[in-house]
């Protein structure tokens, strides 16, 4: 066993640094390097990708693996069985996967996302269609190589990114969100605006929005000695280890608060990351432990907190300090009201707080007709038109704004988008929890954000990728998922 | 044959990709790394070095290299000669030095920097002193494990940084510095300031900085789309192939002109780099051929062009637009004469264009002496003042200020500062040559130094490492290296 847990550890270090290598070359492309430089970039990612594949796949490793699985009771170290136990789980995908589909598969979702975003820029599916085809295909015959016992189907699928979530699970949450919510939804939506559009008509310098972004990693505790807040096209977290997680946002002149909240959205994310108990950096199991669970901590920060009128009682006067002539009339309620405002809207990523689930379920039927093959690809846009029609209450007039808008598929993620809307219900859920041991809303009074860290940090961080989703949670709220905190949360904020 | 030249170009794509991952590494370490994540980051860098050390002493890929250099003249590829010839080169290393020994000097340097850096805060060279004994003594030990029947003693250092210069050359070199420069020097600088120190008080906000720097992008055509301006501690250039090369600066509101001249010194480096033909980008004989041409294009670029008064007499309008405030009572005239001063000086990297060369002639016959054993390093800080006092006119007070001001010995680079001094006689040398070519006056007068970056391209900067300095110069200038064009420039110009 000795020599097994040698191997393993010795092997794992140079996965970490490779995972390093890879990581940072993304973060580079995504925020710093010259464009010219991309393709020679992606050039060398290949290359140390196809090395790292061969360390992860190398007989001695996969040995190892499965002896210490085989003996996981002669393992002290409860961690280190969570570790084995993922990597067992992990091989799968070595084993079971013929490596030249898995390295044919990996170039196709390189191609398959340049492809998608020139036909999102034309509008044109039918440039997509044929590798999205293809994708479908590959995840199809994924699926089979990965079944077992306990997964089948979209499941297998489902569980890369929510453990111990499948179709039985998420059935059960969206028949909540269909049947509480979105009647609920539609009946919101239906009325008149009640809110002010003054702040649309601002324009709010970049400067200024990165000295306000400066001021929320001071508000949210992001230590900047850890962290850094970059530019890119879409805002995401990246990051290494509990002392290395770096976000980015997106400046425009016309939309102050589309920074404001992808600020406060990321740190969510990578005080996660950060919060993670150090003595898994040099593991497997450091970073968030599902997709689910990370999304619910971004989402409490954005949402649950950041468009709190608690939370802007206290920052309002700073942006307004910031932007005297742009906000002198509107009101701190007005403010408030309009970032809280629910409207039928057609992109997910600008959808609000109320109809943002909607959006995922239609993304979740389509996905599990797709794999399922009840649906064809060709026939996409015409069931995600009449699905957004149905349940968001207003049907795309363009594919561009339609079935196009997201990248996932085309990099082959299916699963992943019922996680956005899974997080959103465990944010209300662990929300309620944390409430009763520390009031909240004084605490973002009081300006002292730091409780809110170590509270999380306590009941949901710092265990990284030792527990499951459903572990966290019973840790977290000694309960196991129910939605109805969010659809009860939901209903008494847009009432 | 067929079956080496593979074996040499798949490890040779493998070597590339592992040189980008440690360079983007370096880059982000420097530029933006969060500093908590610093040894974190240096573990990952550890265990990839590592790796790359393996794949470059792997018996296949050196039996490859050794049957390749056997039987040069059966390879067409004249290019592909060349890379053989240098791979072969390298080769000694990994053959003559024991791999402990030479693992363990990497980790005596990277905690060398540490302790030098350390030590000179302190201004406190006894902290410093055993770790350069240890340092030097292995350097001592290298020579012996490298020496040849061309190259004895510090000519093996010599030669790593500047092919073809050992002593002899720079014996030669630095015997004019020494005779026709040095007395010239302590003349000019022993007359009172004929300079105005005016803007010396003024203060320059960085964002104004900045917006110099990216105009001065443009003027020098440094290309954004493969390249980029950032900030470090010490500016620096830094890249990986014809589309990729970036630079840094360093600001202080106090001193418009280091920032300034930083920023053009490193284009000059960028631009060679950007410059090497595209075909190199996968092969070894990417870069600079050398240290010296380097340096050679960095000065020609920060002196000979960017300090001339054809330059300000077109930028200073620019100048003074950004900062009119700063600048209103400073003539051109002054200006130029100001950032043209000489003066002694005891920090070589703040040493102006004529005092710079006496600086390095002090390193100079400090190494040698040092490497020959003839100096002991417990007394390098005497020996270093008294040859400060006699070359350059002043005599440091504290070691800080003195031997201890420079990073290169704790790295372990000895023979790397007179390439410094020879870069800028390269410099006018070549600019010389291309005078004839181009009027170079007229070209600055119409802003157009596009005219001379195509200058450089086609007589020094596409050969890439293709040709040895010696053989730049001769493709160049059409002559061997004259030194007396360099202290012909600097009369002129400085009487």
Redesign the interface.
Known sequence: MENYINIYKETR??I???G??MW??S??RET??????L???S???G??QE?LYKIESDPKFVEAIEKLYENLNELDDQDFKVEIKHAYKELRMIKKVPKDEYLAYGKLIQKGSHIWAEAKENNDFEAYRPTLEEIVAFNQKLVKYLETDELKGYDVLLDMYEEGFGVKEYDLFFNTVKEELAPFVLEVTSHKDRFSRKLTKGIFPIAGQKEFGNYLMEVFNY??????LKESAHPFTSG??S??T?ITTHYHEDNLLSSVFSTIHEMGHAIYELQCDEKY?DTMLHGGTSLGIHESESRMFENMIGRSYAFWKVHYPKLLEIFPKQLKNITLEEFYKFMNRAERSLIRIEADELTYSLHVLVRYEIEKQLISGKLKVKDLPKRWNSLMSKYVGKRPKTDKEGVLQDIHWSGGSFGYFPTYALGSAYAAQIYQAMNKDINVEEVVLNNDIKQINAWLKEHVHKFGQSKTPKEILQIATHEDFDPSYYVDYLKRKFS
Chains 1, 2 share one sequence.
């Open positions: 270090k140079k970490k640094a490779y390093y290598m940072l070359m973060w580079d710093e390097a010259p464009k010219a430089s393709a020679y970039s050039k060398q990612f290359v140390i090395e230590d900047q000695t850890k962290g850094v290494t280890s002392v290395d770096r950096d």
